[in-house]
T-cell receptor, first 113, second 114 residues
Framework: AQSVAQPEDQVNVAEGNPLTVKCTYS??????LFWYVQYPNRGLQFLLK??????LVKGSYGFEAEFNKSQTSFHLKKPSALVSDSALYFC???????????FGSGTQLTVLP | DSGVTQTPKHLITATGQRVTLRCSPR?????VYWYQQSLDQGLQFLIQ???????AKGNILERFSAQQFPDLHSELNLSSLELGDSALYFC?????????????FGPGTRLTVT
């Protein structure tokens, strides 16, 4: 079985400050991890993924995520938040043998001007 | 714009009815996925097709069915609709059949069952 948890429903951060959106996972075997973003009235957009290799993954729009195997986490980060980053963020996971992606419940990020 | 198109954008229908949602994947993508997004259930995987064949099945009800046609577009059929089927239905596509490929999502079809 595989699962993913996003412990915060809502994250607020001031523009220009660093942001972190948390994600922890549980899989049998090696995890394949993804972050997607959903803007209002839009479909999800791919941000970045971790398959193997360097634990720090860089993605679109200045976002990055750090894979931490011992803590089973894959937190999304950005050094300096923009108001336009305000959106709903989803973490997703699958194990190599899984037949589907499992998405977290989503974290609403609000960047305050 | 992801390149994935979905029609219609909005659909309002009554309980007991049947509807068909349509999806055209990005050019060159062979996989199509269907998801249901609702406030109480979150984002739920329904089914995946790869190059015309069913590849994986998730939490899809027996009242729901899907297919992928030779031109790679896909349709999701929902029948005997219930109030609880009201949700956003997303289609996504990817170039390959494996889950390591990033998925590109369409804008969704909002279904309201009254």
């Amino acid at each position: 079985a595989q699962s993913v948890a996003q412990p915060e429903d809502q994250v607020n951060v001031a523009e220009g400050n660093p942001l972190t959106v948390k994600c922890t996972y549980s899989v049998s075997g090696n995890p394949y991890l993804f972050w997607y973003v959903q803007y209002p009235n839009r479909g999800l957009q791919f941000l970045l993924k971790y398959i193997t290799g360097d634990n720090l993954v860089k993605g679109s729009y200045g976002f990055e995520a750090e894979f931490n195997k011992s803590q089973t986490s894959f937190h999304l980060k950005k050094p300096s938040a923009l108001v336009s980053d305000s959106a709903l963020y989803f973490c997703a996971v699958h194990s190599g043998s899984a037949r589907q992606l499992t998405f977290g419940s989503g974290t609403q990020l609000t960047v305050l001007p | 714009d992801s390149g994935v198109t979905q029609t219609p954008k909005h659909l309002i229908t009554a309980t007991g009815q049947r509807v068909t949602l349509r999806c055209s994947p990005r050019s060159g993508d062979l996989s199509v996925y269907w998801y249901q997004q609702s406030l109480d259930q979150g984002l739920q995987f329904l089914i995946q097709y790869y190059n015309g064949e069913e590849r994986a099945k998730g939490n899809i009800l027996e009242r729901f069915s899907a297919q992928q046609f030779p031109d790679l577009h896909s349709e999701l059929n929902l029948s005997s609709l219930e109030l609880g089927d009201s949700a956003l239905y997303f289609c996504a596509s990817s170039v390959g059949g494996g889950l390591s490929y990033e998925q590109y999502f369409g804008p969704g079809t909002r279904l309201t069952v009254t």
